[in-house]
């Protein structure tokens, strides 16, 4: 099974509009993008071909993303963004690009080369995993995504109220920190702070100022604290924060790494948190954990109170 990401910025033509584009995809039941010029049914090098003639030295957009949709099989998921309705969608393929056909009210919607899916609506970009946001990123029509494959199944198995559903991996509690996005680890441990330390997020601070850090937090007396968090196998070395702690004898420094590989620790003002702390306050505050990141760990059977 793959995932991909489909832009649905078709070039609807006049008089038809994007809500008629819209409306057809959810009524027919695809997803899929425009080049309708390309009519074969064949293979990777039948594309290739007719998209050279049609397009001329200009063929490889269409090519690449028209391609793609030949790539996609049954059960592979979709993740698309409707802008008017300000909302992200996961589609399960039921039907190939191979297999489709011409609809009489077709014309004009640049959507001639598609799937047969089912429609899932999810939410906002606060709820959507991060690597697949940052895949909207991205200019091309279609592409796969990497790495999403569990989380985007257990997205479908919670929000579709379809009753196929996708096996998901026996993983163990153990494997959170290979399930969770980067984006919620750091949300974890910033909610830490402000729970446990009594730590407040300037705001203003936020991926702004402080390219070095995640934020600025302040406490109640004016004292700053610098969190660094980072996933994957990435070590963060406590002796790189020894000047921000010298520089500021009230500041103090939080760092969390997946990898736990800390070196050596200069500091008492440098704290580098287990994932022991982390772990028991997930716990804890269950219900304040984003909805993307309760997802991710009940996918593992995370215990929680």
Same mark, same amino acid.
């Given at each position: 099974?793959?995932?991909?990401?489909?832009?649905?910025?078709?070039?609807?033509?006049?008089?038809?509009?994007?809500?008629?584009?819209?409306?057809?995809?959810?009524?027919?039941?695809?997803?899929?993008?425009?080049?309708?010029?390309?009519?074969?049914?064949?293979?990777?090098?039948?594309?290739?071909?007719?998209?050279?003639?049609?397009?001329?030295?200009?063929?490889?957009?269409?090519?690449?993303?028209?391609?793609?949709?030949?790539?996609?099989?049954?059960?592979?998921?979709?993740?698309?963004?409707?802008?008017?309705?300000?909302?992200?969608?996961?589609?399960?393929?039921?039907?190939?690009?191979?297999?489709?056909?011409?609809?009489?009210?077709?014309?004009?919607?640049?959507?001639?080369?598609?799937?047969?899916?089912?429609?899932?609506?999810?939410?906002?970009?606060? /709820?959507?995993? =991060?690597? *697949?946001?940052? !895949?909207?990123?991205?200019?091309?029509? #279609?592409?796969?995504? &990497?790495?999403?494959?569990?989380?985007?199944?257990?997205?479908?198995?919670?929000?579709?109220?379809?009753?196929?559903?996708?096996?998901?991996?026996?993983?163990?509690?153990?494997?959170?920190?290979?399930?969770?996005?980067?984006?919620?680890?750091?949300?974890?441990?910033?909610?830490?702070?402000?729970?446990?330390?009594?730590?407040? /997020?300037?705001? =203003?601070? *936020?991926?702004? !100022?402080?390219?070095?850090?995640?934020? #600025?937090?302040?406490? &109640?007396?004016?004292?700053?604290?610098?969190?660094?968090?980072?996933?994957?196998?990435?070590?963060?070395?406590?002796?790189?924060?020894?000047?921000?702690?010298?520089?500021?004898?009230?500041?103090?420094?939080?760092?969390?790494?997946?990898?736990?590989?800390?070196?050596?620790?200069?500091?008492?003002?440098?704290?580098?948190?287990?994932?022991?702390?982390?772990?028991?306050?997930?716990?804890?505050?269950?219900?304040?954990?984003?909805?993307?990141?309760?997802?991710?760990?009940?996918?593992?059977?995370?215990?929680?109170?």
């Amino acid at each position: 099974m793959q995932v991909w990401r489909i832009h649905l910025n078709n070039g609807v033509a006049p008089p038809k509009t994007r809500d008629d584009l819209i409306q057809f995809c959810f009524k027919r039941h695809v997803v899929g993008v425009g080049w309708d010029e390309l009519t074969t049914h064949g293979e990777e090098a039948d594309i290739r071909e007719q998209a050279k003639q049609e397009y001329g030295d200009g063929y490889l957009p269409g090519f690449k993303a028209v391609n793609a949709m030949r790539k996609m099989k049954v059960g592979d998921l979709i993740w698309t963004y409707i802008k008017e309705r300000k909302t992200y969608y996961l589609c399960r393929v039921k039907g190939t690009w191979a297999n489709r056909v011409r609809f009489p009210e077709q014309d004009g919607l640049d959507c001639g080369n598609y799937v047969s899916v089912d429609w899932v609506p999810v939410g906002t970009i606060g /709820v959507i995993p =991060g690597a *697949v946001a940052r !895949s909207f990123s991205y200019t091309s029509s #279609v592409q796969g995504i &990497s790495g999403v494959e569990s989380i985007s199944k257990a997205y479908w198995n919670h929000y579709s109220p379809h009753t196929l559903y996708y096996d998901t991996p026996n993983l163990r509690e153990a494997d959170i920190w290979d399930i969770l996005s980067p984006e919620c680890v750091e949300e974890v441990v910033l909610h830490y702070l402000q729970f446990e330390k009594h730590l407040v /997020v300037m705001s =203003g601070t *936020v991926k702004k !100022s402080t390219p070095v850090y995640e934020c #600025v937090l302040v406490d &109640s007396a004016g004292n700053h604290s610098y969190p660094q968090v980072k996933s994957g196998k990435v070590t963060l070395n406590a002796a790189d924060y020894l000047a921000t702690v010298q520089n500021d004898p009230g500041a103090h420094v939080y760092l969390f790494a997946t990898s736990q590989e800390y070196g050596q620790n200069p500091s008492a003002r440098i704290h580098c948190l287990s994932k022991e702390e982390i772990v028991n306050f997930m716990r804890k505050y269950w219900k304040s954990l984003s909805e993307q990141t309760r997802i991710s760990l009940e996918l593992c059977d995370f215990a929680h109170d």
